[in-house]
């Protein structure tokens, strides 16, 4: 999961050009749509308007903040008459139709974020009903209905059902759960244990660390804001036919491991621009290492988001505050003492001023301010563009992110 979620970004591929390095982006282009004024970030939400907003709204929940009203209404009124959400309707007030676009990842994420914060069970049912509706016949989901099952779709669906109450086991399509799925999508021991985003055009599947952040979540029947597992010693990988699902977690959680070993991140890898860091993806592995043996799992990636992750955030906005939200959570490190950054209030800056923050020192503080602060907010400038790029390279059509997300290796 990260700010890659939005697949949709490929009907924009005329635009993109060469990656730039992840600090060093340049924002993404300026909204060609006024911005709604519950809408967390600051950048054009055409590809990734629910996706960031369902990331921002978990993530508050997650760290005891009560999102604003109009922030919550805008993102239920996104919801089309049969359940499933598009990346973004510009005029919720016209009726879905067959040109609209609707997706998995953001009805998935809106569903993760909307049964968080209670009070929303319609919705999430109806969402819910639209997902199992377009389940495939092997189990999974592919970003667009219809589409080929992928790991990342599957999992952001496999939390969508958790968190709306549902076993994922009992989720079956052609006799196949999403667990079937995802584990026919890991990778043997020879290949490190690694989940694939999906086979390639002549069936090949490729170890892909983001899949496989996405997959040991997925196996695991959790969301986008997992905890900390049980306690346990460093994951290994164990071969035995397709594994089960708690044994794709471990050789999923050992190939992230393996992976953040030396530096401590997870690299991103384009044609033409030289290997750096993946911030999301790194964040997502935290979430993912931590969830599957524990904090003390994740303490070395963890570390190295803490010194080096917040000029990403600032420049990538709502959804990448939310994934590093989701690390601390995970991990139990404090959001408002993030390597020297208050991740909550940043998270609150980039939208409506939530209704009352439950501060460290206890408490509930309301908040006067409705202001956008968009100053230090470029959402997924370099991540929804970064993301276009690999599922170009990877020959991979929309059928992600993601996030930011919000959904990489080649």
């Known amino acids: 999961m990260n700010v890659r979620r939005s697949a949709a970004v490929l009907a924009a591929t005329a635009v993109i050009g060469a ?17 709604p004024s519950g809408l967390y970030g600051s950048t054009d939400p055409t590809y990734d308007g629910v996706w960031r907003q369902s990331l921002a709204l978990l993530a508050q929940d997650t760290v005891g903040v009560e999102p604003a009203g109009k922030a919550v209404d805008w993102l239920t009124g996104q919801q089309c008459a049969n359940g499933a959400f598009a990346a ?81 086991a009992e989720v079956v399509k052609g006799g196949n759960s999403p667990y079937d799925a995802l584990t026919k999508l890991a990778l043997p021991c020879a290949a490190g244990g690694a989940f694939a985003y999906q086979p390639d055009k002549q069936g090949k599947s490729s170890a892909n660390a983001d899949a496989t952040a996405a997959g040991v979540l997925g196996v695991l029947g959790e969301g986008l804001a997992a905890g900390a597992g049980k306690e346990a010693d460093a994951a290994v990988c164990a071969d035995a036919g397709y594994p089960g699902p708690r044994q794709a977690a471990a050789n999923g959680a050992a190939y992230l491991a393996k992976a953040v070993a030396k530096d401590g991140y997870l690299i991103s890898v384009l044609p033409g621009a030289e290997n750096q860091p993946d911030y999301g993806n790194t964040a997502d592995a935290v979430v993912a290492l931590a969830a599957q043996g524990g904090a003390e799992q994740a303490r070395k990636p963890l570390t190295w988001l803490q010194h080096h992750a917040a000029a990403w955030a600032r420049q990538n906005g709502p959804a990448a505050y939310a994934q590093l939200v989701f690390a601390a959570h995970a991990t139990g490190t404090d959001p408002r003492a993030f390597g020297g950054t208050d991740l ?25 301010s409705d202001d956008h602060d968009g100053a230090e907010d470029s959402d997924d400038g370099f991540g929804v563009w970064w993301t276009v790029g690999v599922f170009l390279v990877a020959g991979i059509g929309i059928g992600f992110l993601i996030s930011g997300r919000r959904k990489r290796q080649p």
């Open 88 to 168: 973004f309707r510009a005029d919720p007030a016209q009726p879905c139709d067959a040109k609209l676009m609707v997706d998995t990842n953001s009805t998935a994420a809106a569903v993760q974020a909307l049964a968080a914060l209670g009070g929303h069970e319609a919705a999430a049912e109806k969402a819910v009903g639209w997902l199992t509706s377009v389940q495939n016949a092997d189990g999974g989901w592919g970003y667009a209905p219809g589409g080929a099952s992928d790991t990342n779709s599957t999992s952001v669906v496999v939390g969508a059902l958790a968190a709306a109450g549902k076993k994922p």
């Open 344 to 368: 909550v209030a940043a998270l609150n800056a980039t939208g409506p001023a939530p209704q009352a923050t439950d501060r460290a020192t206890g408490g509930l503080q309301r908040e006067d």
């Open 19 to 35: 990656a730039a390095p992840a600090v060093a982006a340049s924002p993404s282009p300026t909204p060609s749509v006024a911005l």
